[in-house]
Structures are given as C-alpha cells and as structure tokens.
C-alpha cells in the first residue's frame, strides 16, 4: 500500500558495515516511522554508536553492504553534509568544541546553510536572534551560552542541552540520539527529555540510543530495540526496557544465541 510507504522516515536493511577493515555492523535492520520514537539499548562494544555514526555518514565507516533508505532516498551515497541538510541530525555522545567561534555563530551558519541546502533565503542576525531565543526556551538554557565558544568549557549536562538547541533550531526529520543521558544529572535529564518531546511531531522520527531505563520514563519510545554483537536481536515496546533493568542482557544473549567475548 501506497500509504505504509509514505510514512517511513527510515529503512535499514541487513545494514553490514566496517571500521578499519574490522566488521562491526553485521546485518542491522530497522524501520522508523513518522511520529515515532525508537529506543537502542545494549551491551557496551555492541555497535549502538556504530550505527548512529554510520548513519550520520562517519568518514571512518565503511558500509560494505545493505541499505539505509530515508524517505525513500539511498543514504549511503550522500556525504555527511549532504545527509544534514536532507534532515538528519546525531547529537553525538561527545560533543567537540570549537574553540574561537561563538556558539551564535555557528548555530545561525549551520542554520543558513541548511536553508539554502533546501533553496530557501539566509535569515539575517536579528531574525535569528528571535528565532533562537525560543529555542533556547525549550532547552532552558541561559542566553549567554551563545555567546560563549562552541562546547568550550560547557559541563557534560550543558553540551548535551546545547546538542539539543541545535536539533530545536534545526528541526531535523531524523534526529538519532546518542547516549545523551550520559553524564546528566535528573533535571538536566528531565530537560532534555522535554526538549526532544516538544520536538518530537507528527512528521519527524527520532532514534534515542540509551544505556539507562530511566531517560524512557521521560521519553516514550513507540519501540525499543536491543543491539547485540551488530545487530538488532530482539525489539518490544518500552517493557522490554524494563525488563531489561531488572534481568540485564543475557537472556537476550542466550535467545539470540550471540556470544559476546568482551
Ligand atoms: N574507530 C574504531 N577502530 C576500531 N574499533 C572500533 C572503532 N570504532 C568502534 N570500534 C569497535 O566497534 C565495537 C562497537 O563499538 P560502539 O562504540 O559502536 O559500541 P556501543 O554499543 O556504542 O558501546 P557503548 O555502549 O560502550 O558506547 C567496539 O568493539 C569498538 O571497539
């Protein structure tokens, strides 16, 4: 049907992918639609950031086969530049920072250059300000971050509010969260979670990828997955993720029949 197509924002199939000749991804596949959020748990090592990383287009991953389809469009032969402006954003577990250039800054020139990335006219700096300034009342976050350098000297909980400032601002259509509870202490959390809800709509998908129960009871996620040694090997809805908390991974494991040597 038509209309079962048209709602999915991204299509991953029997996803196989490399770091330096190493395979780390073994056959992910995964299928989001719109209006809907996913949580990714699993082991450390398992390949959680791997594939957010091969998503975002990560230079140093190579896909060796598979697909990853967004909207229909192939995303494996678009550069990592090309894949933001079409509307997909990773707030990376570890934020850089960019020393020197203001956070307004880079913020307003990321933003234009998604603008004319879609054909649309540069805003100028007093229509940015205002635009800004309302997102930076979702992530509650004090105006004068802006003015300060990029991450430079920000705390774990301020970098991760700033990573979702620029998904506020740059309103993806796939958002993919890496760990971003990491590090953040219960209000910075609860913040962050009312950021990516108030994001979250109707025509966008998001793809959270956590290590702890306690971001879910903030951010509901439609399903949550569980990666094992590359693959996505079981998928339930969010009491999958407390069953998690309380009986841990290897019953999964064993169900899967994966060894994990780590
Ligand atoms: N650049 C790299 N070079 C070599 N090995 C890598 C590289 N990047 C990732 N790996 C390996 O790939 C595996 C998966 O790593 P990844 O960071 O994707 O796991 P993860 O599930 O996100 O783990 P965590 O929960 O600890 O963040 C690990 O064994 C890691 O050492």
Redesign the pocket.
């Known amino acids: 049907m038509m209309s079962e197509h048209s709602d999915v924002i991204i299509e991953v199939q029997d996803l196989h992918a490399t770091?330096?000749d190493?395979e780390?991804l073994k056959g992910v596949n995964l299928q989001v639609k719109a209006g809907e959020i996913h949580a990714v748990m699993?082991?450390?090592?398992?390949?959680?950031?791997?594939?957010a990383?091969v998503l975002a287009g990560h230079p140093?991953?190579e896909v060796t086969s598979g697909q990853m389809l967004f909207r229909g469009q192939d995303l494996t032969a678009m550069e990592p530049h090309e894949r933001a402006a079409t509307g997909v954003f990773l707030a990376f577990?570890y934020p850089l920072e960019i020393p020197g250039v203001s956070n307004r800054d880079f913020l307003r020139v990321a933003y234009n250059a998604h603008r004319r990335a879609r054909g649309e006219e540069e805003i100028d700096v007093f229509d940015f300000d205002d635009l800004i300034e309302e997102c930076l009342d979702i992530v509650k976050m004090d105006i004068s971050f802006l003015d300060r350098s990029v991450n430079e000297g920000f705390s774990g909980g301020e970098k991760k509010r700033n990573e979702i400032l620029q998904m506020a601002l740059l309103q993806p259509t796939l958002a993919i969260l890496?760990?971003t509870d990491s590090g953040l202490d219960i209000d910075a959390l609860k913040t962050v979670a009312h950021g990516v809800n108030q994001l979250a709509g109707p025509d966008n998908a998001m793809v959270v990828?956590t290590?702890y129960q306690r971001m879910l009871n903030y951010i509901v996620p439609a399903y949550v997955h569980v990666?094992a040694d590359?693959r996505i090997v079981k998928t339930g809805t969010k009491e999958l993720a407390q069953e998690l908390e309380s009986r841990g991974y290897e019953w999964i494991l064993q169900e899967a029949d994966v060894e994990v040597t780590?």
């Open positions: 770091v330096e190493t780390i699993g082991l450390n090592g398992s390949g959680k950031s791997t594939f990383k140093d991953y577990q890496d760990e990828i290590h990666m590359g780590a």
